[in-house]
Each structure stands twice: as structure tokens, then as C-alpha cells.
């Protein structure tokens, strides 16, 4: 399968716990983006990545929430001591270049938080 | 006003009817712009890229003014599967972040 890959598919956490979600992106896609979509509302961005660099993290939440894309390995999008309200499919999508390219998405992961 | 607006629907459709979706956009700078669908809160899946000429793909027609930043989406012909959400996404003005609308949801009926 060449498309963009996330996992896990389903991830629960209790509040206070951390969240670790995983994503590759397709063959030959240098830039990736996280996005988060809540119950009954679009997707929203969060961060852009290119490998080993944040280019844009204007979505991200100040506090509890970071990412990374390092030089090997998949982008990573962390978010620390859980709380109810990031329960929510993270989505991540990855293009070829910046320059106007269509974004390919991957399965989401759907975090619950208990 | 909303960066990208979409009348969320439901456009509830017979099969083989023609229905048309419309969407928005409050920056005059964005340089990209997509139609996407969404199943069921799966991954939205890119449907067509839309260009300032008007683009066709089969029984799918999206145009793009910029002049009114307003963007749709024709669908002739509607199939069963054709039930999804549709998505109106726009591109900003530097980097290729997107910006995506709340979605409009179709429903095609036998």
C-alpha cells in the first residue's frame, strides 16, 4: 500500500495520559500535514512538516500539543496529559511539493479520551 | 464570515437527478482550489482539483470565479454511491496548508 499510512487506527487514553500518533507519508511525499476534525465539525488544520523542520504550526494548541518529522522514521503528532475535549479523528494527508499540489490523506486516527 | 462557507444540506436526490453544491471563500489571495468527499467521517479523498476555466471529470463539473471567490460543483446523473460528504477546500496564500468547509451532505435515493 503506497498511500499515507497512520496508526494506530483507534487510540484511548485515560485524561492525563499521553497520545503518540503515527503517520507515513506516500512514496515520494517530502511534506506533511495533521489535521483534526471534532465531532460535527470540519477538519482544521494543525501543522505543516517537511523532514526535520516545522514550516507552519499556526493550528497547533499552544500547550499539550507538539510535532515532529524527523530525518527517518514517521511524523509524530504528540499530545500530553489528555483531556476530554481532544477527542477527535486526527488526520494526516501528504503532497509531493508545496507548490498547489492536491494533499492525499491517510485513515485518521480516531482518539477517544476517557 | 466564515473562510470557507457550504450550505451543509442534506440535498436529498432521486438517482439520475443533476445537483449542484456551492461554496465560498473569504481570502481573495488563496491560489488552490479542490472538491473532496468524505465518507461517513472517513479520510476525505480528493474528488478534483478546480481551475478558473472550468474543469469536467465524467459526470463531475466544478467551476471556480475568483472575481465573486466562489466555487461549485455539478454533479449529473447521480449514482447511489455518490452519498458522501462534499467537501469545498481552498488553499491559502503562502505554503499549501488548506483550509476546509463544514461539508455539504448528499444523499441519492433509488
Known amino acids: 500500500n503506497a498511500g499515507v499510512m497512520q496508526n494506530p487506527r483507534h487510540l484511548v487514553r485515560r485524561r492525563g495520559q499521553e497520545a503518540r500518533l503515527r503517520c507515513s507519508p506516500m512514496?515520494?511525499?517530502?511534506?506533511v500535514y495533521w489535521y483534526r476534525q471534532l465531532p460535527e465539525e470540519g477538519l482544521k488544520f494543525m501543522v505543516y512538516l517537511q523532514k526535520e523542520n516545522i514550516i507552519d504550526e499556526s493550528g497547533m494548541p499552544k500547550e499539550r500539543f507538539s510535532a515532529e518529522f524527523p530525518k527517518e522514521g514517521p511524523s509524530i503528532l504528540r499530545i500530553q496529559q489528555v483531556v476530554r475535549g481532544d477527542s477527535a479523528a486526527y488526520f494526516c494527508?501528504?503532497?509531493?511539493?508545496?507548490?498547489?499540489?492536491?494533499?492525499?490523506f491517510g485513515d485518521g486516527t480516531r482518539l477517544s479520551i476517557l | 464570515r466564515k473562510e470557507v462557507e457550504q450550505d451543509p444540506g442534506p440535498f436529498n436526490v432521486p438517482e439520475g437527478a443533476t445537483v449542484a453544491f456551492n461554496c465560498t471563500y473569504s481570502n481573495s489571495a488563496s491560489q488552490s482550489f479542490f472538491w473532496y468527499r468524505q465518507d461517513c467521517r472517513k479520510e476525505p479523498k480528493l474528488l478534483m482539483s478546480?481551475?478558473?476555466s472550468g474543469n469536467e471529470d465524467g459526470r463531475f463539473t466544478a467551476q471556480l470565479n475568483r472575481a465573486s471567490q466562489y466555487i461549485s460543483l455539478l454533479i449529473r446523473d447521480s449514482k447511489l454511491s455518490d452519498s458522501a460528504t462534499y467537501l469545498c477546500?481552498?488553499?491559502?496564500?503562502?505554503?499549501?496548508?488548506?483550509?476546509f468547509g463544514k461539508g455539504t451532505m448528499l444523499l441519492v435515493s433509488p
Open positions: 477546500v481552498v488553499s491559502g496564500s503562502g505554503y499549501s496548508t488548506l483550509t
Open positions: 494527508a501528504s503532497s509531493r511539493t508545496e507548490s498547489n499540489q492536491p494533499q492525499h
Open positions: 478546480v481551475y478558473s
Open positions: 512514496k515520494g511525499h517530502s511534506h
